[in-house]
């Protein structure tokens, strides 16, 4: 005859359960991060755009590093809910990352470790590795914190920025950004 579970194996079991949740949530993090690494390698080595995965209505544009950091994330041509937790967003209204004008990168989610932003001060430098056009070093000028409908920030540049945005505070209002201007120091060609 089976004896009945006690409350200890039950916490046991719930602890376990938790716990697994929690590693699976890093593991699909880690794959993500891992495939966009590679449909970015691809991109790059073939000269054609790779998709992370088959189903992916994404495709990588560039690749952004802060050295200071040692952190690199991907930016792709498109992000959602899903997405945005592991990967940079282009502003479809912007310029493509690495060209000349004001080239916008989102941060959608407010709570991950993609929001880096909110760490970055002035005078660090982020790189840009674009798919054509080279790898482009980036110097902080500017950190704002702006109303949700103000726009100026975001609007064509006559000189090579980039402009990441992210909501702030992070809660769950949603009536401010927080945005970071990079203005262009200096251009690497890649070959």
């Known amino acids: 005859m089976k004896k009945p579970l006690k409350w200890g194996g039950i916490l046991f079991i719930i602890a376990i359960s938790i716990i697994i949740l929690q590693f699976d949530q890093n593991i699909r993090a880690w794959i993500a991060n891992n ?18 995965w088959p189903w992916a209505n994404t495709l990588p544009l560039a690749r952004l590093s802060l050295p200071k950091l040692d952190l690199e994330r991907i930016v792709l041509s498109i992000t959602n809910d899903g997405m945005s937790a592991f990967a940079l967003g282009h502003s479809k209204n912007s ?15 407010r709570n991950t470790l993609l929001n880096f932003v909110k760490i970055l001060k002035l005078g660090d430098i982020l790189v840009l590795e674009s798919l054509h056009s080279g790898r482009w070093h980036y110097q902080v000028s500017a950190i704002y914190i702006v109303g949700k409908t103000e726009t100026n920030l975001v609007e064509p540049s006559l000189n090579r920025r980039l402009t990441l945005v992210s909501c702030y505070p992070c809660n769950n209002t949603d009536t401010q950004r927080y945005v970071v201007i990079a ?7 890649l070959f």
Do not use: D, K, M, Y
Not at 35 to 52: D, F, I, K, N, Y
Not at 95 to 109: D, K, Q, R, T, Y
Not at 183 to 189: D, F, I, P, Y
């Open 35 to 52: 495939l966009l690494h590679t449909a970015w390698v691809r991109t790059q080595s073939s000269g054609r755009q790779v998709e992370p």
């Open 95 to 109: 310029v493509l990352p690495g060209e000349f004008g004001n080239s916008v990168l989102n941060i959608v989610h």
């Open 183 to 189: 203005e262009e120091v200096e251009r690497l060609t």
